[in-house]
């Protein structure tokens, strides 16, 4: 059988391991199950096909071994005799549904169609079939992956079946690395720069493929090419993000207020260390990112510092996340018994911490071997929502799990150069708006607060969009008085309203 013989006589000593530890999944579960109580969803795509091709394998060798066969694999040219279910859309790739048929030919599989919602066609294939698990091409980083494991149980409200994930653990470095040394047939899409592929309106090319060439349209080099897995979705088209007012800031006005919040994206930060908390270390790194935050438009709704704990931290991240568009962690990250910030972002969030392969990989350049073995705390992440945010001048990607970034800095100037980086990837990204930055000007006066309230309370309401604020940097030194907004002549005008309120010898200017 020409998979187990390329496998058998590779040298990738990674790649046998994760076919080895796929092809053992496979012959569990026809162990478990009939061949009449298994199915296989295949869509056409790169994972998949590795998977069809495994399940060929893992049948011949599961029948090799039911008949005790001796000597060499021969090249027994079974029929694959596993149900296989395909759900034909109007919004497939037409290069898909060719290459799927084709497959189905070439390799005599028992093809069922179904053109139905997935969640409607399972219905219906089990209420008529004596199906009890389904394999599936699921990699941890897909959307579909959070929380499941070799074998799943279906979720609630679906229809009952074991979910078996042979290649749970595979990057995507491993499926090409199999499907290359296998020289099997895959869909050409792959060969024209896709490299993960939804629908025809959700799919593109991936950009960091493309070969510029001045004579014609793009070019793009093959999937396999990809030099970081880590991007692999990144042809595919995100939801526009939500558009953000210009010109308006989070005002503490009384007037429409809380409609002009909804125009500012808002962000949450939350520092963990119970040295903060004890006052050992102080916590310059808060102070900055709010400064960092504020320069592009963000407001800051809040600022909070817990404990070294897991409870501690996944507490503070599910209240913020829903309250603010983006909630960014710092502290806590590293190998020691208090560093706590990931086990406490998947709890958040719903999942389990679990090894990542390629994250490891980054790691083995910054600590050495030191950074190996199924213990290596470091490469556990939260398990199928983490993104790693990739740049040249990383040795570690930062971290994005849903709306949460975590960054590993412990200094100011590591922060300065992880939140130099967030930016360009914002800058070519979706992964942070970029707004109008927030601008300020300030003033003092030596007018006690008494005196002082009541111009102030009116200005509130004449400028409702901007952010008034009073205080002392000493108790008995002078008043300091802040404007900030996002409109230049706005704050302009409320200079001009305050200096009209108190008499000129008592307000000044500050630069």
Avoid at 17 to 46: D, H
Wanted: with cysteine.
């Amino acid at each position: 059988m020409e998979v187990v013989r390329a496998i058998r006589d590779c040298d990738d000593r990674r790649l046998k391991t994760k076919y080895n530890n796929a092809v053992y999944v496979i012959q569990r579960a026809l162990a478990l199950y009939a061949i009449e109580e298994v199915a296989f969803s295949f869509n056409g795509g790169k994972d998949s096909t590795v998977l069809f091709h495994l399940l060929r394998a893992g049948y011949f060798l599961h029948k090799k071994d039911e008949k005790s066969h001796d000597g060499d694999l021969a090249d027994q040219r079974l029929t694959f005799p596993i149900r296989t279910i395909y759900f034909e859309s109007p919004c497939a790739f037409p290069e898909i549904n060719s290459f799927t048929y084709d497959t189905a030919n070439h390799y005599n599989m028992q093809l069922d169609i179904i053109r139905q919602d997935f969640k409607s066609g399972l219905e219906g294939l089990l209420k008529n079939n004596p199906i009890r698990a389904i394999f599936l091409g699921v990699r941890i980083g897909d959307p579909t992956a959070v929380g499941q494991e070799q074998f799943s149980p279906s979720s609630p409200g679906w229809p009952p079946f074991m979910r078996v994930n042979p290649i749970l653990d595979w990057s995507y470095r491993d499926v090409w690395a199999f499907l290359l040394k296998c020289k099997v047939p895959y869909c050409c899409l792959y060969d024209k720069g896709y490299t993960s592929i939804g629908s025809i309106y959700d799919t593109v090319p991936n950009a960091l493929l493309c070969i510029s060439n001045p004579s014609c349209k793009d070019e793009y080099r093959p999937a396999y090419l990809l030099s970081d897995g880590r991007l692999e979705r990144a042809g595919r088209v995100k939801k526009p993000a939500r558009q953000v007012c210009k010109n308006i800031s989070p005002g503490n006005g009384i007037h429409g207020v809380e409609s002009q919040q909804n125009c500012v994206p808002t962000a949450s930060l939350i520092g963990v260390g119970d040295e903060i908390l004890f006052g050992t270390v102080e916590d310059f790194l808060g102070r900055a990112l709010c400064k960092k935050l504020h320069s592009i438009g963000w407001s800051v709704t809040q600022f909070d510092v817990v404990r070294s704990d897991i409870d501690a931290v996944a507490e503070g991240v599910e209240l913020q996340k829903s309250k603010s568009d983006m909630v960014f962690l710092y502290g806590g990250v590293g190998p020691l018994h208090s560093d706590v910030t990931l086990a406490g972002v998947a709890k958040a969030l719903g999942v389990h911490l679990a090894p990542d392969e390629e994250f490891e990989e980054y790691l083995r350049h910054t600590v050495g071997h030191h950074c190996t073995g199924d213990r290596n705390e470091m490469a556990q992440l939260p398990e199928g929502i983490t993104e790693l945010l990739h740049h040249e001048n990383l040795s570690v990607p930062l971290m994005k799990c849903q709306n949460v970034i975590i960054f590993t800095a412990t200094n100011l100037s590591e922060l300065d150069q992880e939140w130099n980086c967030l930016l360009e990837l914002a800058r070519s990204t979706e992964l942070l708006k970029l707004a109008e930055p927030f601008i300020s000007k300030y003033f003092t006066t030596t007018l006690a607060e008494i005196e002082a309230a009541e111009p102030l309370s009116a200005l509130r309401i004449d400028f409702p969009d901007l952010y008034i604020g009073c205080y002392r940097r000493s108790r008995g030194g002078p008043l300091v008085i802040t404007f900030t907004g996002k409109d230049q002549a706005r704050i302009q005008s409320a200079a001009e309203a305050l200096k009209k309120k108190f008499e000129p010898e008592v307000v000044s200017e500050i630069n």
